[in-house]
T-cell receptor, first 110, second 112 residues
């Protein structure tokens, strides 16, 4: 069973702090990794993807991938209350479908 | 703007009823997916399709079937609805292998 594991949280950080969201995966054949954000009552939306080891930055968001450790993370700098949401980690390997984690609920406190 | 449209936002059905959930995308994507989302369980793949008239089982296909007669439309069918199929159903589309997915707004199905 291919699995993607996330700490379900909830994770609370103060406004302006760095939020760190973590994800591990079991399928060593996984090649692509995605972070989706899901606001309460809404559908998931893609915010970051990463294919190569290392860091990938996009504005306040940084995705980090370590394939040797089978570990993916998402850092949110200068966290804002509008970042409060559930963050879903997903991976894909040779198949066409994504495997999702159960999500981490993030609350940014004003 | 990519648009994935699901026909109903909320749906209430009785056990034993046949239920159709419709999904239409306007981006000419080859791949379409049906997920269900339950608290604490995340997104679980029911079925997906990578071409017209093609379908493949996901992780939890039991009790469901699908139809893809046209590229833009992917339907999920509950042949005989049961209470354990009460859930949020999300349709998604995308291109290529494991590429970015675009989700519809979801259908909250309640089976009484």
């Amino acid at each position: 069973q291919k699995e993607v594991e996330q700490n379900s949280g909830p994770l609370s950080v103060p406004e302006g702090a760095i939020a760190s969201l973590n994800c591990t995966y079991s399928d060593r054949g996984s090649q692509s990794f995605f972070w989706y954000r899901q606001y309460s009552g809404k559908s998931p939306e893609l915010i970051m993807f990463i294919y190569s080891n290392g860091d990938k930055e996009d504005g306040r968001f940084t995705a980090q991938l370590n394939k040797a450790s089978q570990y993916v993370s998402l850092l949110i700098r200068d966290s804002q209350p509008s970042d409060s949401a559930t963050y879903l980690c997903a991976s894909s390997g040779s198949a066409r479908q994504l495997t999702f984690g159960s999500g981490t609920q993030l609350t940014v406190l004003p | 703007d990519v648009k994935v449209t699901q026909s109903s936002r909320y749906l209430v059905k009785r056990t034993g009823e046949k239920v159709f959930l419709e999904c239409v995308q306007d981006m000419d994507h080859e791949n379409m997916f049906w997920y269900r989302q339950d608290p604490g369980l995340g997104l679980r793949l029911i079925y997906f399709s990578y071409d017209v008239k093609m379908k493949e089982k996901g992780d939890i296909p039991e009790g469901y079937s699908v139809s893809r007669e046209k590229k833009e439309r992917f339907s999920l069918i509950l042949e005989s609805a049961s209470t354990n199929q009460t859930s949020m159903y999300l349709c998604a589309s995308g291109t290529g292998f494991g590429e970015k997915l675009f989700f519809g707004s979801g259908t909250q199905l309640s089976v009484l």
